[in-house]
C-alpha cells in the first residue's frame, strides 16, 4: 500500500482552496486503499514526513510558500519524492514579471506591462495615469507580482485607479499591466501532453477570484469549446512551449485572453486546483480521464529531483 502525504493549506491567501484540493484528493486516495494523510507546512512538517516516510508527497498547496519553489527546496533537501514543477520551474512561473520576461524573448503574446514601486510613505503620485496612457491606454490590470488564484487582481480606469492602487500598497512593488479584452480560455498540460481547452464566461468582470471558488458566482464553463481547430492547436502549443521554458513537470494550467484571433499568454500555473469547481479534472474528464487517473498519473510522475 502506498503511503501519500498530502501538503495542504499553508500560509497563503489561498489557505482554504488549497485545503479544498487536499480534502479531494485525499477522498479519490483512500477510495483506492492508498494510506494518505493531510499535513500542513508549519514548524512539524520535516518531523512528519520523517515519521510517516510518505512514498510520495502530494503538494496540493497553493500561492506563496507553496507554489513558489520555497517548499519545493525542503523536499529536495529531505530526498523525498514529490508532485508538480520543481524549484526553479515553480519560483519562475510564480514571479509573473520573471514568466513574463521569457514569454516576451520567446515570441509568445503576452499583455504589455510595467512594474510599479510603491514608495516609502505609498504616497501615489498622478503622474502615474501619464505613464500608462504613453505606455498603453485604459482600462488597465494591476497585480500583485507573486500572488496566484487573481488575488488582488483589479481592473482599473482612469478615475478609480489611485484608490485600487492604495489598496495594493502592502506590495513593495506590482505589475501594471494593458487589458486585452475577449474571451477567457484556459488549457491543461499534463508531463509532455496537450491534455485540453476550457472556455470560461463569468458573470462577474473577469475571471477573478470568486468567479473561481464560489459556485453561486455562476462562471460558465464550456467545453467543447467553440473554436476552429486550428485555434485550439495554437492555444494548446503554446500553453506546452511555456510549461517547457518554464522547465515545469507534471501538470499545469495556462491562462489565456482570446482577442481577435490571437491568444494572448497571462500566466502559467504550476499548481491547479483539484476541487469540484478546478478546471484541470474538467478537462481530464472531457478527455476520458477519471478524477482517481489524474491523482494518479501525478503521482506516478512524481520523483526526488523536479
Same mark, same amino acid.
Given at each position: 500500500m502506498k503511503k501519500i502525504l498530502i501538503l495542504g493549506g499553508g500560509f497563503s491567501k489561498e489557505r482554504a482552496i488549497s485545503l479544498d484540493t487536499a480534502n479531494s484528493v485525499l477522498k479519490a486516495l483512500?477510495? #483506492?486503499?492508498?494510506? =494518505?494523510?493531510?499535513?500542513?507546512?508549519?514548524?512539524? @512538517?520535516i518531523k512528519k514526513i520523517k515519521s510517516f516516510k510518505p512514498d510520495v508527497?502530494?503538494?496540493a498547496l497553493h500561492g506563496r510558500f507553496?507554489?513558489? $519553489?520555497?517548499? &519545493?527546496?525542503? !523536499?529536495?533537501?529531505?530526498?523525498?519524492?514529490y508532485t508538480h514543477s520543481g524549484v526553479l520551474a515553480s519560483y519562475i512561473a510564480m514571479d509573473k514579471e520573471i514568466s513574463k520576461k521569457i514569454f516576451i524573448k520567446n515570441k509568445i503574446k503576452t499583455p504589455k506591462y510595467f512594474k510599479y514601486k510603491f514608495d516609502k510613505n505609498n504616497i501615489?503620485? /498622478? /503622474?502615474?495615469?501619464? /505613464?500608462?496612457k504613453k505606455k498603453f491606454k485604459f482600462p488597465v490590470v494591476i497585480k500583485p507580482i507573486n500572488e496566484g488564484s487573481s488575488v488582488n487582481v483589479c481592473i482599473c480606469n482612469e478615475k478609480?485607479?489611485?484608490?485600487?492602487? #492604495?489598496? !495594493?500598497? &502592502?506590495?513593495?512593488?506590482i505589475l501594471i499591466e494593458e487589458f486585452i479584452p475577449g474571451r477567457e480560455i484556459q488549457v491543461a498540460i499534463l508531463g509532455k501532453k496537450?491534455? $485540453?481547452?476550457?472556455?470560461?464566461?463569468?458573470?462577474?468582470?473577469?475571471?477573478?477570484?470568486?468567479? /473561481?471558488?464560489?459556485?453561486?458566482?455562476g462562471t460558465k464553463h464550456i467545453i467543447p469549446v467553440k473554436l476552429? #481547430? #486550428?485555434? @485550439?492547436?495554437?492555444?494548446?502549443?503554446?500553453?506546452?512551449?511555456?510549461?517547457?521554458?518554464?522547465?515545469?513537470?507534471?501538470?499545469?494550467?495556462?491562462?489565456?485572453r482570446f482577442n481577435k484571433g490571437k491568444f494572448y499568454l497571462l500566466e502559467t500555473n504550476t499548481q491547479p486546483g483539484m476541487t469540484n469547481l478546478? !478546471?484541470?479534472?474538467?478537462? =481530464?474528464?472531457?478527455?476520458?480521464?477519471?478524477?482517481i487517473d489524474l491523482i494518479e498519473w501525478i503521482i506516478k510522475d512524481a520523483s526526488i529531483t523536479r
Open positions: 483512500r477510495k #483506492k486503499n492508498y494510506k =494518505a494523510i493531510i499535513c500542513e507546512p508549519n514548524g512539524k @512538517l508527497v502530494f503538494n507553496g507554489e513558489d $519553489g520555497y517548499i &519545493q527546496t525542503i !523536499l529536495e533537501t529531505l530526498k523525498v519524492k501615489i503620485k /498622478k /503622474k502615474i495615469i501619464f /505613464k500608462i478609480n485607479l489611485i484608490k485600487n492602487l #492604495k489598496k !495594493l500598497s &502592502q506590495y513593495k512593488e496537450k491534455l $485540453g481547452v476550457i472556455e470560461l464566461k463569468p458573470k462577474r468582470k473577469f475571471y477573478d477570484y470568486e468567479a /473561481k471558488y464560489n459556485s453561486k458566482a476552429d #481547430k #486550428k485555434y @485550439l492547436n495554437n492555444a494548446m502549443s503554446i500553453a506546452l512551449k511555456a510549461h517547457n521554458l518554464i522547465g515545469c513537470k507534471g501538470v499545469t494550467r495556462s491562462d489565456f478546478s !478546471l484541470v479534472p474538467e478537462i =481530464a474528464a472531457y478527455s476520458g480521464m477519471s478524477f
